[in-house]
């Protein structure tokens, strides 16, 4: 087959089984399309189909076919880190400052700390650490996987729900955005390239009156106009952040983070991120899968992941236990805002794919993390639509009955 043929094949799968397996499975609850799509990517990948068929494996992924799915996925999920950034509203966790700083705090900071202290435990045994990781760099890139919430996947899941434009709904919004902030932050702290340091040091100094300018001119141009100029700010601010050594994905979530959301039409921002999810990501899905290694060994591995899942989901229950009672949230409103923080799957794994890339973790490590991803995904919708439901009752039990004529009578 021609290398054109054996893409497009490639394309098949990938667009394909995903679907049939989620449509078969017929519980979204469960398993989102989402999840199912990384699923099939690592069972395509060399963890997989790569030991069960290795023939079979090298001559459908060929040098040539790979490098043509990382150049679209590579594209794909700059778009998606952009929508992020744009996503953000730090005006309405300013206005709400007291709730939104420590909830978003304890939400992070708790999983943090679990995630680092399980990465200390895993890197005592050799094999965990990338060849150019330093021990700090690898235990806080741990941790910190353990503490991200995906942003997008989670307005995905409670439009599911049917709680994004509710106040919950809009609480829960503002804690992700500012968390989201903490996790690009800490990358770009442990990507620092010190031979490099000049570059970043004028990427840092420049970037603000850059976006000053960015900003000026998105007001002076047509809404219609502003999606286009976005894209070429887009590769633009990521080639840069490239050349100054913090990655290109730090430079694609900067170049949202400067954008507001309000110079745009919400509805063609909702209709792109539902594209990019339906035609372009599950090439980034599959092109995850195919870096999934089981060198561990499939007990170990295992035993890391579970290790990493109760880091991770501990952490966020616990946090948000914490700062649901410093901030006298209602009954059952802390559990329901963990379990919804919960979601993990896309922004996790373009995070520890970029610390794969840049070798501070190793392969068995991204794997392990993985999967502790896909898990916790898995959990998110379930457990909050269990805790939503819980949350209902409460609020009925304690309404008082109203009688026939209309008035409330104790009970």
């Not at 435990?121 to 353990?146: D, N, V, Y």
């Not at 894209?231 to 050594?245: E, I, K, N, Q, Y």
Request: aromatic letters at 8%; hydrophobic letters at 60%.
């Amino acid at each position: 087959m021609t290398d054109n043929e054996l893409f497009l094949l490639i394309l098949v799968l990938v667009m394909g089984m995903p679907w049939i397996a989620w449509r078969l499975l017929g519980d979204a609850d469960h398993a989102p399309l989402v999840v199912v799509q990384i699923v099939v990517g690592v069972l395509l990948g060399p963890a997989v189909l790569g030991a069960a068929a290795p023939v079979l494996h090298a001559r459908i992924f060929t040098p040539t076919a790979i490098t043509m799915l990382n150049g679209i996925a590579l594209w794909a999920v700059m778009l998606f880190v952009w929508l992020a950034g744009i996503e953000l509203d730090l005006g309405a966790a300013w206005a709400a400052r007291r709730d939104s700083w420590v909830t978003a705090g304890m939400a992070l900071l708790t999983p943090l700390a679990l995630g680092s202290a399980a990465g200390t435990a895993i890197l005592t045994h050799p094999g965990w650490i990338g060849p150019k990781g330093a021990p700090w760099q690898a235990i806080l890139g741990i941790g910190m996987a353990c503490a991200v919430t995906a942003l997008p996947i989670l307005i995905l899941l409670m439009e599911r729900l049917a709680i994004l434009r509710t106040p919950l709904g809009q609480r829960v919004l503002r804690y992700a955005s500012l968390d989201d902030i903490a996790i690009w932050a800490v990358l770009a702290v442990i990507l620092l390239d010190w031979p490099r340091m000049e570059r970043q040091l004028a990427f840092i100094c420049a970037f603000p009156f850059v976006a000053s300018g960015i900003r000026l001119l998105m007001r002076r141009l047509a809404e219609a106009e502003r999606l286009r100029a976005s894209m070429v700010w887009l590769a633009a601010a990521g080639l840069a952040a490239d050349w100054a050594g913090l990655h290109f994905m730090v430079g694609a979530f900067l170049a949202g983070v400067i954008l507001d959301r309000s110079w745009f039409d919400a509805q063609a921002l909702d209709r792109l991120r539902d594209m990019l999810l339906l035609t372009v990501m599950p090439v980034f899905f599959l092109s995850t899968g195919l870096r999934t290694a089981w060198s561990m060994g499939g007990v170990d591995l295992i035993a890391v992941a579970a290790l990493l899942l109760a880091a991770a989901v501990g952490g966020k229950l616990i946090g948000l236990r914490v700062a649901g009672h410093w901030l006298q949230w209602r009954r059952g409103e802390a559990g329901v805002i963990g379990w919804l923080l919960q979601t993990k799957a896309l922004i996790m794994i373009i995070f520890v794919n970029i610390l794969l890339d840049r070798q501070v973790i190793s392969g068995g490590t991204f794997t392990a993390l993985l999967l502790m991803a896909l898990a916790s995904t898995m959990l998110t919708t379930p457990m909050a639509r269990r805790g939503l439901r819980a949350l209902a009752a409460l609020e009925r039990q304690d309404d008082p009955p109203v009688s026939a004529s209309g008035q409330h009578r104790p009970n």
